[in-house]
């Protein structure tokens, strides 16, 4: 079966700091791979989505960047964290049925 | 991509039905209804989607009005564990990758 795991879990960083989230799923190929925030009372915004190795791309423009070195491998990263750039960070994956996505079980970033 | 209307809250009995509504009144041919929900602090989790024919699976049923302008998720027998924000999105079909606009969503809060 499928999973997707993500991490770290919880993350507090200070403001100016470097970002990375990583995100992995197993027990699937060539996935569509996602990257979504959800900011505190707010719904989900899709970030950034892949349909391929080095295919990245961006919804919004942001502070943000992603990549994706392996198949099953989706990174995001910051060079310099803002406040605005708190919130909880979805990564998710699709295959043979797009609109079915699967979610991992998101990473909790606070920016101080 | 159509617009969705839910209102933004429910309640409903453990052990009854819950029908959750969603307006989607500029949907289009080729746009599909798909249905999420997310426990608190959880990623979203897929429960079912259709185009124009009503849908059933092992979570809940899916009912779309013959003009498609509307459409109902139902979980049969809810209970406790279903509290939830629920979303209807309307995606349309042919896209390679799932892109979905997440809305407010309503909050189902099943009671004992």
């Known amino acids: 079966s499928q999973t997707i795991h993500q991490w770290p879990a919880t993350l507090v960083q200070p403001v100016g700091s470097p970002l990375s989230l990583e995100c992995t799923v197993e027990g699937t190929s060539n996935p569509n791979l996602y990257w979504y925030r959800q900011a505190a009372g707010r719904g989900l915004q899709l970030l950034f989505y892949s349909v391929g190795i080095g295919q990245i791309s961006s919804e919004v423009p942001q502070n943000l960047s992603a990549s994706r070195p392996q198949d099953r491998q989706f990174i995001l990263s910051s060079k310099k964290l803002l406040l605005s750039d708190s919130g909880f960070y979805l990564c998710?994956?699709?295959?043979?049925?797009?609109?079915?996505?699967?979610f991992g079980e998101g990473s909790r970033l606070t920016v101080l | 991509d159509a617009k969705t209307t839910q209102p933004p809250s429910m309640d409903c009995a453990e052990g009854r039905a819950a029908n959750l509504p969603c307006n989607h009144s500029?949907?289009?041919?080729?746009?599909?209804v798909y249905w999420y929900r997310q426990i608190h602090s959880q990623g979203p989790q897929y429960i079912i989607h259709g185009l124009k024919n009503n849908e059933t699976n092992e979570m809940a049923s899916l009912i779309i009005t013959e003009d498609r302008k509307s459409s109902t998720l139902i979980l049969p027998h809810a209970t406790l564990r279903d509290t939830a924000v629920y979303y209807c999105i309307v995606r349309p079909g042919g896209t390679s990758y799932g892109k979905l606009t997440f809305g407010q969503g309503t909050i189902l809060t099943v009671h004992p």
């Open positions: 500029t949907i289009s041919g080729n746009e599909y």
């Open positions: 998710a994956w699709s295959g043979s049925s797009p609109g079915e996505l699967f």
